[in-house]
């Protein structure tokens, strides 16, 4: 049934991630050459928030090779949602739907949930990498990710 026919029956399916498709092929796809697993923690009564239960200031920036695919699964083990963001690089949502799985700059991940995406690292440099809810960023939930130039290095 479609949405709209649902909807007018009153019987309305909220969309979610799983109905996300790119309308263009991404022409780069293919199956990514590792992962890196991430885990999304924190501490409510101490309002916390971090990877891997290490926040920023004592973290060591996230490293990536120009030309790499990566998946990125986040697990979520806290009781809030948080919308990842990673700057300068596109985030494919790994959905199912291959060369068109949807490319976001944020990716939500609910309470107790796990999602991964695929990053395609096709822009060099230095990029943040951060939960949106600011609280969250300003307590710790925050890397740097850096895509490093391969072959010569040119002085
Ligand atoms: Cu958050």
New binding site residues.
């Given amino acids: 049934m479609q949405h709209t026919e649902a909807a007018a029956m009153g019987s309305y399916e909220a969309l979610d991630y799983r109905h996300l498709m790119a309308a263009a092929p991404n022409s780069d796809w293919r199956q990514p050459d590792r992962e890196i697993r991430l885990r999304?923690t924190g501490n409510m009564y101490r309002y916390i928030?971090s990877f891997d239960d290490i926040k920023y200031s004592e973290s060591e920036p996230l490293r990536v090779k120009f030309g790499e695919h990566i998946r990125f699964t986040y697990v979520n083990e806290t009781m809030?949602?948080?919308?990842i963001h990673l700057h300068g690089l596109w985030q494919y949502l790994d959905n199912g739907n291959g060369a068109f799985n949807p490319k976001k700059h944020v990716i939500n991940v609910p309470p107790g949930k796990t999602v991964s995406v695929i990053v395609v690292a096709d822009a060099e440099g230095e990029w943040a990498f951060h939960?949106?809810?600011l609280y969250?960023?300003d307590t710790g939930?925050f890397r740097r990710l850096i895509v490093e130039k391969t072959g010569q290095v040119h002085g």
């Fill in positions: 999304l928030w809030m949602n948080h919308p939960c949106h809810l969250h960023m939930m």
